[in-house]
């Protein structure tokens, strides 16, 4: 219920009059931003009910928070407002700064919101990781990412091994050195997606524009119409944010942006939120984007050269995982990386990715039941390469594997592609159903869905003896 009388003086609003003419710090914030936080609390400014907004603000996200309004958080926390807060000049009232971990001092500013009776921003300072040393030490991300860790220290179990994000970070680096356009943009993710070596480097060309996908994504729209090749890093799961702008800001004009999704497919105990799972069916209806899914490390660093030299959109994807040995090709054809090619084979084996050394090790298993498959690696999965078209025809079934959504996914595209180059060949899809996966290892995932070399030399036993009929990965 709303109270009748007036607000006490503490919930009163600042007028927006303080904000336009206040000091030139205030006025200078980054318009991007404060467009963006007016529209999300612009309904509840004007609604006539009454929320108690906790805004818990510990001066970072993955990492240290940028930008203007950060630093007018800043002086906020310092007591120095500046002549009216930002919360104040969008209608709402502002009660703080208060420790977030004084629990009197909490349960105060909470009884002050209670009596303002209309909307109310309680600014909450907190410090991230307060009370475990490990993490409060950790200059990183204050262990935001947990690894398999001792309890006792919070620090990795067991020596660190060569991961995906590095072997990207380190290539990025060798052609940031040769090439003065390329500039890297991060959504405040510069250390887990491998940027922060970099802008320790090359500090002026790597932009981080804090949680704002779409931002982050149409700042490189401009930067690329400004004659630079910006590479854009972002979790998989977190380009889903910003799909309006990878569309009609950098595809529709067709711009040379590279988009680098670490964390692509399972990524395992982050759960269902960060699993990289739609990444493939959602750009490939994306018109002139190409995506490179490279297999080990080697193929990465050669699809980041290739990326950054395209003069369109391109996209490089990657697991969240420790880097496998390289997967040697036993000969190429027309862009296509042949990995395992015996006489008279009767499957085409189609692995995305890192998933090629599971492809490879099904084919092992399935040649001791005296079946052979042909193992290829399109490097490039999105357009369809149509050289898979005459493959496909030279083979009895074909098999894809992917660990991304089936339903629109890599498979789906090349069967669509052979249908209508009027390849008869039938097409199994292993990928992930279209259901949110659940917490779990990632080996132990793709282990469930059919994606480890047992369930992919089922798959393709299965599909043999009755290509129509659908295997049970499938379902």
Same mark, same amino acid.
């Given at each position: 219920?709303?109270?009748?009388?007036?607000?006490?003086?503490?919930?009163?609003?600042?007028?927006?009059?303080?904000?336009?003419?206040?000091?030139?710090?205030?006025?200078?914030?980054?318009?991007?931003?404060?467009?963006?936080?007016?529209?999300?609390?612009?309904?509840?400014?004007?609604?006539?009910?009454?929320?108690?907004?906790?805004?818990?603000?510990?001066?970072?996200?993955?990492?240290?928070?940028?930008?203007?309004?950060?630093?007018?958080?800043?002086?906020?926390?310092?007591?120095?407002?500046?002549?009216?807060?930002?919360?104040?000049?969008?209608?709402?009232?502002?009660?703080?700064?208060?420790?977030?971990?004084?629990?009197?001092?909490?349960?105060?500013?909470?009884?002050?919101?209670?009596?303002?009776?209309?909307?109310?921003?309680?600014?909450?300072?907190?410090?991230?990781?307060?009370?475990?040393?490990?993490?409060?030490?950790?200059?990183?991300?204050?262990?935001?990412?947990?690894?398999?860790?001792?309890?006792?220290?919070?620090?990795?179990?067991?020596?660190?091994?060569?991961?995906?994000?590095?072997?990207?970070?380190?290539?990025?680096?060798?052609?940031?050195?040769?090439?003065?356009?390329?500039?890297?943009?991060?959504?405040?993710?510069?250390?887990?997606?491998?940027?922060?070596?970099?802008?320790?480097?090359?500090?002026?060309?790597? +932009?981080? $524009? !804090?949680?704002?996908?779409?931002? =982050?994504?149409? &700042? #490189?729209?401009?930067? @690329?119409?400004? *004659?630079?090749?910006?590479?854009?890093?972002?979790?998989?799961?977190?380009?889903?944010?910003?799909?309006?702008?990878?569309?009609?800001?950098?595809?529709?004009?067709?711009?040379?942006?590279?988009?680098?999704?670490?964390?692509?497919?399972?990524?395992?105990?982050?759960?269902?939120?960060?699993?990289?799972?739609?990444?493939?069916?959602?750009?490939?209806?994306?018109?002139?984007?190409?995506?490179?899914?490279?297999?080990?490390?080697?193929?990465?660093?050669?699809?980041?050269?290739?990326?950054?030299?395209?003069?369109?959109?391109?996209?490089?994807?990657?697991?969240?995982?420790?880097?496998?040995?390289?997967?040697?090709?036993?000969?190429?054809?027309?862009?296509?990386?042949?990995?395992?090619?015996?006489?008279?084979?009767?499957?085409?084996? +189609?692995? $995305? !990715?890192?998933?090629?050394?599971? =492809?490879?090790? &099904? #084919?092992?298993?399935? @040649?001791?039941? *005296?079946?052979?498959?042909?193992?290829?690696?399109?490097?490039?999965?999105?357009?369809?390469?149509?050289?898979?078209?005459?493959?496909?025809?030279?083979?009895?079934?074909?098999?894809?594997?992917?660990?991304?959504?089936?339903?629109?996914?890599?498979?789906?595209?090349?069967?669509?592609?052979?249908?209508?180059?009027?390849?008869?060949?039938?097409?199994?899809?292993?990928?992930?159903?279209?259901?949110?996966?659940?917490?779990?290892?990632?080996?132990?995932?793709?282990?469930?869905?059919?994606?480890?070399?047992?369930?992919?030399?089922?798959?393709?036993?299965?599909?043999?003896?009755?290509?129509?009929?659908?295997?049970?990965?499938?379902?």
């Amino acid at each position: 219920m709303i109270d009748s009388g007036d607000p006490p003086d503490h919930c009163r609003p600042g007028p927006l009059l303080d904000l336009i003419t206040g000091p030139e710090d205030l006025r200078a914030l980054d318009h991007e931003k404060l467009v963006r936080l007016a529209a999300e609390i612009n309904n509840l400014s004007a609604s006539p009910g009454r929320v108690v907004i906790l805004l818990n603000d510990n001066g970072r996200s993955y990492a240290p928070t940028a930008g203007g309004v950060a630093a007018h958080l800043e002086r906020l926390r310092s007591g120095d407002g500046g002549g009216g807060d930002l919360f104040g000049a969008l209608g709402l009232a502002y009660l703080g700064p208060v420790d977030g971990h004084d629990p009197a001092a909490l349960d105060a500013a909470l009884e002050q919101a209670r009596a303002c009776g209309r909307t109310v921003v309680v600014h909450c300072v907190t410090r991230k990781g307060l009370g475990f040393p490990p993490a409060e030490t950790d200059e990183a991300d204050q262990l935001h990412t947990v690894p398999v860790s001792d309890p006792a220290t919070g620090r990795p179990s067991r020596p660190p091994a060569r991961t995906w994000t590095d072997v990207f970070s380190d290539e990025l680096l060798d052609l940031f050195t040769e090439r003065a356009d390329l500039v890297a943009v991060s959504a405040a993710m510069t250390g887990p997606t491998g940027l922060a070596a970099l802008g320790r480097v090359f500090p002026d060309r790597v +932009v981080d $524009v !804090g949680i704002a996908e779409q931002h =982050a994504v149409t &700042a #490189a729209a401009g930067l @690329a119409l400004g *004659g630079k090749h910006p590479v854009v890093a972002i979790y998989a799961t977190f380009l889903g944010r910003a799909f309006d702008q990878v569309l009609l800001d950098v595809a529709l004009h067709r711009l040379p942006v590279t988009f680098v999704l670490d964390r692509a497919g399972i990524t395992g105990p982050d759960g269902p939120s960060h699993h990289g799972m739609w990444d493939l069916a959602m750009l490939g209806v994306v018109p002139g984007l190409r995506i490179a899914a490279p297999r080990d490390a080697t193929t990465l660093r050669r699809a980041l050269r290739e990326a950054v030299a395209d003069p369109g959109p391109t996209v490089v994807r990657f697991p969240k995982a420790d880097v496998m040995a390289d997967v040697t090709p036993v000969t190429r054809v027309e862009g296509l990386d042949l990995l395992r090619a015996p006489r008279r084979a009767a499957t085409l084996l +189609v692995p $995305v !990715g890192g998933l090629a050394t599971a =492809a490879t090790g &099904a #084919a092992d298993l399935v @040649a001791a039941t *005296g079946e052979e498959c042909t193992v290829v690696d399109p490097r490039w999965v999105r357009p369809v390469n149509p050289a898979l078209a005459d493959l496909a025809r030279a083979h009895r079934l074909v098999v894809t594997v992917e660990d991304g959504v089936r339903d629109g996914g890599v498979g789906a595209a090349l069967a669509q592609y052979l249908s209508r180059r009027g390849v008869t060949t039938p097409v199994r899809t292993l990928g992930l159903p279209t259901r949110f996966v659940p917490h779990g290892g990632r080996d132990e995932l793709l282990r469930r869905y059919g994606l480890d070399p047992a369930g992919i030399t089922a798959a393709v036993l299965d599909g043999l003896a009755d290509p129509v009929r659908r295997h049970p990965a499938q379902r």
